[in-house]
């Protein structure tokens, strides 16, 4: 049996996770439906707990063992328990159906579809891939860590998996950790709580390869900084690679000590650039390939990838949100994809999308429209026939862009952002009353939104 849960379990929760937290565990009985396993610190048995418990726990029952519960005991290591697979013991106890608490814990199980093979190379990424096939060889170490950085969905966490996935074939035995920033302070908090503080060092220093997504966030935290640095130092100081992402580079994260900066600067820094258009299409023409075999027959009309490509620009997890709406919904109704389903059926999405309108293509078109010059628009002119126009301008710059209003200010020419605020509220006021503005600005808003 034994075999097939392993076997169950690696596709579950991934081959690195299992080699880290799943084959160390040692069966020692399996009573009345509780099955217990030794394992070599609390804090190892804690996070299996919470992480895979439940997975173990369906796989026996999967394969014929009756486990209500799964239980973990620090091992006694003077008598080696007999390994797992000798799980053999009958028990009666009926499995109870109980609800997975596990499965927004941390352990961060691989996403088995984040590999090298599914990544799509594009000028913006080839560098950051690059770094990361090197890293994934597993070789000397020649840089550490690898800092990869960019803003959300360009594939930073996609890149980690792949080096995982990539070391884990390569080198099974190596004990790879990747957990983001998030969790690995709550797994510390957690141990400085539970008083395991030791057993946290000790885990977190004997893995070969550690991978922390979105550092970005343990800035300002200060004692879980702490138990950063020093992890990150021990693990350097035994030449064990580290493997960072954050969304800015390291000397632009606010509230991260200027020791951690530099360490995190002594490796290769990489980003991760916004996708250019032949990128996005590039990745959506593989996942129409994946999705050939789900929607057999779907016909796509030519155009939509591109136009989709050209559209949504904000980030790659809103391109296959929408490529997989699209499918979903063209199957639903049998119909052919074609632009103007495309339209219709990512209307919201496209709209969001064009919200990466800047305040600089605003101030453009409503110049043109009002035929003045573009300086004046940032100028100091304060008679009607410019300020009105401008005032415009403001006024879409705020509701079209996220920009904040001193943001905004900044754009027009270093204006205070009470101005823009005054601005804004004076075509509020007209709009009320003014038809031939409302109409303007129905036509400027057509425009800038295409
Ligand atoms: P990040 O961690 O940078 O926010 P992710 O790695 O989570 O972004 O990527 C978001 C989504 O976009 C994932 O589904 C990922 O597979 C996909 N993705 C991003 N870049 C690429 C790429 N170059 N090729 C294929 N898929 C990509
Ligand atoms: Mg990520």
Same mark, same amino acid.
């Given at each position: 049996?034994?075999?097939?849960?392993?076997?169950?379990?690696?596709?579950?929760?991934?081959?690195?996770?299992?080699?880290?937290?799943?084959?160390?565990?040692? =069966?020692?009985?399996?009573?009345?439906?509780?099955?217990? =396993?030794?394992?070599?610190?609390?804090?190892?048995?804690?996070?299996?707990?919470?992480? =895979?418990?439940?997975?173990?726990?369906?796989?026996?029952?999967?394969?014929?063992?009756?486990?209500?519960?799964?239980?973990?005991?620090?091992?006694?290591?003077?008598?080696?328990?007999?390994?797992?697979?000798?799980?053999?013991?009958?028990?009666?106890?009926?499995?109870?159906?109980?609800?997975?608490?596990?499965?927004?814990?941390?352990?961060?199980?691989?996403?088995?579809?984040?590999?090298?093979?599914?990544?799509?190379?594009?000028?913006?990424?080839?560098?950051?891939?690059?770094?990361?096939?090197?890293?994934?060889?597993?070789?000397?170490?020649?840089?550490?860590?690898?800092?990869?950085?960019?803003?959300?969905?360009?594939?930073?966490?996609?890149?980690?998996?792949?080096?995982?996935?990539?070391?884990?074939?390569?080198?099974?035995?190596?004990?790879?950790?990747? /957990?983001?920033?998030?969790?690995?302070?709550?797994?510390?908090?957690?141990?400085?709580?539970?008083?395991?503080?030791?057993?946290?060092?000790?885990?977190?220093?004997?893995?070969?390869?550690?991978?922390?997504?979105?550092?970005?966030?343990?800035?300002?935290?200060?004692? *879980?900084?702490?138990?950063?640095?020093?992890?990150?130092?021990? #693990?350097?100081?035994?030449?064990?690679?580290?493997?960072?992402?954050?969304?800015?580079?390291?000397?632009?994260?606010?509230?991260?000590?200027?020791?951690?900066?530099?360490?995190?600067?002594?490796?290769?820094?990489?980003?991760?650039?916004?996708?250019?258009?032949?990128?996005?299409?590039?990745?959506?023409?593989?996942?129409?390939?994946?999705?050939?075999?789900?929607?057999?027959?779907?016909?796509?009309?030519?155009?939509? #990838?591109?136009?989709?490509?050209?559209?949504?620009?904000?980030?790659?997890?809103?391109?296959?949100?929408? /490529? *997989?709406?699209?499918?979903?919904?063209?199957?639903?109704?049998?119909?052919?994809?074609?632009?103007?389903?495309?339209?219709?059926?990512?209307?919201?999405?496209?709209?969001?999308?064009?919200?990466?309108?800047?305040?600089?293509?605003?101030?453009?078109?409503?110049?043109?429209?009002?035929?003045?010059?573009?300086?004046?628009?940032?100028?100091?002119?304060?008679?009607?026939?410019?300020?009105?126009?401008?005032?415009?301008?403001?006024?879409?710059?705020?509701? #079209?862009?996220?920009?904040?209003?001193?943001?905004?200010?900044?754009?027009?020419?270093?204006?205070?952002?009470?101005?823009?605020?005054?601005?804004?509220?004076?075509?509020?006021?007209?709009?009320?009353?003014?038809?031939?503005?409302?109409?303007?600005?129905?036509?400027?808003?057509?425009?800038?939104?295409?």
């Amino acid at each position: 049996t034994w075999g097939l849960v392993r076997e169950e379990l690696i596709k579950r929760v991934g081959k690195n996770n299992y080699v880290t937290w799943i084959e160390p565990l040692k =069966f020692s009985d399996l009573n009345n439906g509780v099955v217990r =396993f030794e394992v070599p610190t609390s804090f190892f048995g804690d996070w299996v707990s919470r992480n =895979f418990s439940d997975h173990i726990r369906a796989q026996l029952n999967t394969a014929g063992q009756q486990v209500e519960r799964v239980e973990f005991s620090v091992g006694n290591r003077s008598t080696p328990p007999e390994p797992m697979r000798a799980a053999t013991a009958p028990a009666r106890a009926k499995p109870a159906a109980r609800p997975s608490d596990t499965d927004e814990m941390p352990g961060a199980p691989l996403d088995a579809r984040f590999t090298f093979d599914s990544f799509v190379v594009g000028k913006p990424n080839e560098l950051a891939h690059a770094a990361a096939r090197r890293v994934a060889e597993g070789g000397p170490v020649t840089f550490n860590p690898l800092f990869l950085y960019g803003g959300v969905g360009l594939g930073k966490t996609h890149l980690m998996h792949a080096i995982a996935h990539e070391l884990q074939t390569r080198q099974p035995h190596l004990r790879v950790l990747y /957990l983001s920033a998030e969790q690995f302070m709550y797994r510390f908090v957690q141990a400085l709580r539970e008083r395991q503080i030791m057993d946290f060092k000790e885990l977190f220093r004997s893995v070969d390869v550690l991978m922390v997504d979105d550092v970005q966030f343990i800035a300002g935290k200060d004692s *879980t900084q702490e138990e950063f640095f020093h992890t990150f130092n021990a #693990l350097v100081d035994q030449n064990k690679q580290i493997v960072i992402s954050a969304d800015r580079a390291p000397g632009e994260i606010k509230d991260l000590e200027d020791r951690i900066k530099s360490r995190l600067q002594c490796g290769l820094v990489v980003d991760l650039h916004p996708t250019d258009y032949e990128l996005r299409l590039g990745i959506l023409q593989q996942k129409v390939e994946l999705y050939r075999s789900q929607y057999k027959g779907l016909v796509i009309a030519d155009g939509v #990838l591109e136009f989709l490509a050209h559209r949504i620009t904000t980030n790659v997890r809103v391109l296959e949100g929408a /490529l *997989t709406r699209l499918f979903a919904f063209a199957s639903l109704v049998g119909r052919e994809i074609t632009l103007e389903l495309a339209q219709d059926c990512l209307a919201d999405i496209l709209r969001a999308s064009d919200r990466k309108l800047t305040i600089e293509e605003i101030q453009r078109k409503v110049a043109e429209h009002y035929n003045i010059r573009l300086s004046d628009m940032i100028g100091p002119k304060r008679v009607r026939t410019i300020a009105r126009p401008r005032q415009i301008a403001m006024y879409l710059a705020k509701q #079209l862009t996220p920009r904040s209003l001193p943001e905004i200010g900044r754009r027009f020419g270093g204006r205070d952002h009470t101005t823009i605020m005054h601005g804004v509220r004076k075509i509020e006021e007209l709009m009320a009353t003014d038809s031939q503005l409302n109409d303007d600005l129905q036509m400027l808003r057509r425009q800038l939104q295409g």
